[in-house]
């Protein structure tokens, strides 16, 4: 998420760095749209599985293979690391500042970002991630004392216990009686189920009325499948916490070191998703395994490909300027408001109150229409902050924890 630029300059770090990491914030956001579309494009089962609907040339399965291995996860992974470091820059803000009780800014941030992410699910998007953020990121101060090799060992075997648990979960998935609970339960949310499928065309093509009762009603239910998801995202966190502390995200890394990290963890990262993409490919795209691949399996792989997405980007943009490093920074400095009009957007391609193009088009046809919300972030962000401070909705989140809003304008 988008943090203070002033909060980042308690440190050495000198305005190059900062604007390094506005650029990786930017890339960030553009990089989760490209995985969003499909939320919004297609029922739910073929963000997962293209074998459930959606893909129906080689087009589309190459899309999706690429995406598997490139996209899928990776920058959510980014931006959650991201959202760590941005807790530890003003938790060290706090600190520079006197502040005696900055754990109670940190609990008030949270939860405005958590009321600002309820309404962007049952207004917008069901697959919103700014309530598991605020959930996760309540922990992350605790474990702030820690050394930056410390916050990187609590992330891994945070992550390492969320990929135990999953892979019991994903064995009683495999091994279970067909028909029983546990072999619908795969079926529903990552197969091809006709009855799955028949209501997410309903619910596709509902209007906004129907949309706004069903999410309210049902919404603690939809938060209940985020709480699993607390340990792996806070794990990601504390590893973009642990990036802070060490310099890389600081800007302070030789390029050469920054691409032996990009370039080491790629090679972990890349064949490992290979591997899995090949599993559910000899599986058949089988639910049970394509759930336990994508939720608890790859997440280790698409953490350490995150991390060299950031390595790279650190050393392409830390030490030097450009056009396309000032664009990316203007969208990063408007994280939260790009992550929500970027739902604006695929709402008012695909929703019933906009050009309803709901499964109207295949896989690779919605990955295009992805880039129409990057395109519009990247063209609106600079003008926008010509003449005004922060985003709208950054605006709004600081203000409403502060409990006093500052001047918008410059």
Not at 16 to 39: K, S
Not at 385 to 392: D, H, I, K, M
């Amino acid at each position: 998420m988008a943090t203070d630029p002033k909060a980042e300059r308690v440190t050495p770090a000198g305005i190059e760095r900062v604007v390094a990491l506005d650029a990786l914030r930017g890339i960030a956001v553009a990089g989760i749209a490209l995985m969003n579309v499909y939320i919004y494009a297609l029922p739910p089962a073929a963000y997962f599985n293209p074998a459930a609907t959606g893909s129906e040339g080689p087009l589309d399965w190459i899309v999706w293979g690429l995406s598997f291995v490139l996209v899928e996860d990776k920058f959510r992974s980014l931006f959650a690391m991201l959202f760590g470091a941005g807790v530890a820059i003003l938790m060290d803000r706090a600190r520079h500042a006197g502040n005696p009780h900055p754990l109670r800014g940190h609990v008030l941030r949270m939860a405005v970002l958590f009321a600002i992410g309820a309404a962007h699910a049952i207004l917008i998007a069901n697959n919103d991630v700014l309530r598991l953020y605020a959930m996760a990121g309540l922990f992350v101060p605790l474990f702030l004392p820690l050394s930056a090799r410390a916050l990187m060992i609590a992330g891994a075997v945070l992550m390492v216990l969320h990929t135990i648990g999953g892979t019991l979960i994903g064995y009683l998935w495999l091994t279970a009686e067909p028909g029983s609970a546990m072999a619908v339960q795969p079926e529903q949310l990552f197969g091809p189920d006709p009855a799955a499928l028949d209501y997410a065309r309903v619910t596709g093509t509902e209007d906004f009325a129907e949309r706004l009762v069903r999410r309210t009603v049902r919404f603690f239910n939809a938060l209940e499948t985020q709480v699993p998801g607390i340990p792996s995202a806070l794990g990601t966190m504390l590893v973009g916490a642990a990036l802070w502390r060490n310099g890389l995200l600081q800007g302070e890394w030789p390029r050469a070191r920054c691409y032996a990290l990009a370039g080491r963890m790629a090679l972990v990262a890349v064949p490992a998703l290979v591997a899995l993409m090949v599993l559910d490919i000899r599986a058949d795209f089988n639910a049970a395994m394509v759930g336990a691949v994508a939720l608890f399996w790859s997440l280790p792989f698409d953490l350490l490909l995150a991390v060299a997405y950031a390595a790279l980007a650190m050393a392409l943009f830390a030490h030097r300027d450009g056009a396309l490093r000032r664009l990316l920074a203007a969208a990063g400095r408007l994280s939260l408001t790009n992550y929500l009009l970027s739902s604006v957007v695929f709402a008012l391609l695909f929703y019933s109150w906009g050009l309803g193009l709901f499964d109207t088009m295949g896989r690779s046809g919605a990955f295009a229409c992805a880039f129409v919300p990057i395109a519009l972030m990247l063209l609106w962000s600079r003008p926008w902050l010509a003449y005004f401070r922060q985003g709208p909705f950054e605006w709004l989140w600081r203000g409403i924890a502060r409990g006093r809003f500052g001047p918008i304008l410059r």
